[in-house]
């Protein structure tokens, strides 16, 4: 699912998802295996190193208990190249929930996003708009 202020990394991973679906069936017969990886959030500090380039400025992900640590997605994927597996997709409790609220709730799911994104626009210090003589830019 997508999050507020990282649009770009959001649509790269679909669309690594749907050319994996092309390019694996385009291989079908070659000997070549194709594994899609899609390991959701995981318990490491990729959001704390995230710049958004956006008015969100660094995204700060909650977290919560349930996000798997890395260690077991390195082994699960590992093991689906060893089986010829065409994907691998980890989820941890609020990436479950999110999918669970998309499928049956989408409407749901986009007013809390929408709601989300606006606080944390508010909980942002304001950026002034003026230049140094008073007129506003």
């Known amino acids: 699912r997508s999050f507020p202020g990282m649009s770009a990394y959001c649509a790269s991973k679909a669309a690594l998802q749907a050319f994996h679906e092309?390019?694996?069936?385009?291989?079908?017969?070659?000997?070549?295996?194709?594994?899609?990886v899609n390991p959701g959030v995981m318990g490491t500090h990729f959001y704390d190193n995230c710049d958004t380039g956006s008015r969100l400025g660094s995204f700060r992900y909650p977290g919560s208990a349930g996000d798997p640590p890395p260690d077991p997605v390195a082994s699960a994927?590992?093991?689906?190249?060893?089986?010829?597996?065409?994907?691998?997709?980890?989820?941890?409790?609020?990436?479950?929930?999110?999918?669970?609220?998309?499928?049956?709730?989408?409407?749901?799911?986009e007013r809390l996003m929408v709601s989300r994104n606006a606080a944390l626009l508010r909980n942002l210090p304001r950026q002034d708009t003026t230049d140094n003589a008073g007129a506003q830019r």
């Open 77 to 109: 994927v590992l093991d689906a190249v060893a089986k010829g597996q065409s994907a691998v997709v980890i989820e941890g409790l609020m990436a479950k929930v999110g999918r669970w609220l998309s499928f049956f709730a989408p409407g749901l799911l």
């Open 22 to 36: 092309s390019a694996r069936v385009e291989l079908a017969g070659t000997g070549v295996n194709l594994v899609y």
